[in-house]
């Protein structure tokens, strides 16, 4: 089967720099994905990894281990408007273009 | 570009009715597919269209069934509702020869069932 595993919540202070890691056990990888989420709103995507290594997209990177099954999201310079909820996800075992997500972290940004 | 639209945004039914609820995806976009998000949960998959056929289904009944249109526009229809399908439905689309597993989200329909 397939099975995400990320830290269900997490604190950090604005300005601060946090991690949110996810392992992950599919049949048949093809990439990871992250998705944001904000309360009552639509996810919304941020980053994709297929190759090992780091992808730097502004604030946030996404970092891959396809060896370790592992993967983690970097969010730098956090504000207040980073509060919201991120998922890994991996393709569904389908093999089809939908996904598979974790059950979520949800980021609290302090002042 | 018009992004994910979905229809409507909340509704209330009881238990043992029928829902249909309602996704134009993106302009260009010709897969569609249909996600149930409990609360403090991550959206669970529950099938795929592409050119008007089921192209992957997740772990639901049947009673969880769908149609994609000719100008990819869909439903989600669910009948014999239960309590547990109280959900937040999302549908995503995503355009024809992606590289990524990209998916493009609606805002969701919150269905509650009594």
């Known amino acids: 089967g397939q099975s ?11 300005g601060a720099i946090v991690q949110i890691n996810c392992t992950y056990q599919t049949s048949g990888f093809y990439g990871l994905s992250w998705y944001q ?12 990894n297929a190759l090992d290594g780091l992808e730097e997209t502004g604030r946030f990177s996404s970092f891959l281990s396809r060896s370790d099954s592992y993967g983690y999201l970097l969010l730098q310079e956090l504000q207040m408007k980073d509060s919201a909820s991120y998922f890994c996800a991996v393709r569904d075992r389908t093999g089809r273009r939908a996904l598979t997500f974790g059950s979520g972290t949800r980021l609290q940004v302090q002042p | 570009e018009t992004g994910v639209t979905q229809s409507p945004t909340h509704l209330i039914k ?3 009715q029928q829902v249909t609820l309602r996704c134009s ?16 949960q991550g959206p669970q998959f529950i099938f795929q269209y592409y050119r008007e056929e089921e192209n992957g289904r997740g772990n ?9 249109f000719p100008n990819y526009s869909s439903e989600l229809n669910v009948n014999a509702l239960e309590l547990d399908d109280s959900a937040l439905y999302l549908c995503a689309s995503s355009p024809q020869g992606a590289s990524t597993d990209t998916q493009y989200f609606g805002p969701g329909t919150r269905l509650t069932v009594l």
């Open chain 2, 25 to 40: 995806s993106q302009s260009g976009h010709n897969t569609v597919s249909w996600y149930q998000q409990a609360l403090g």
């Open chain 2, 14 to 16: 009881t238990r043992g």
């Open chain 2, 60 to 68: 639901f009944p049947p009673r969880f069934s769908g149609l994609q």
């Open chain 1, 4 to 14: 995400l595993e990320q830290p269900s919540e997490v604190t950090a202070v604005e």
């Open chain 1, 37 to 48: 989420q904000h309360d009552g709103g639509a996810p919304t995507f941020l980053s994709y």
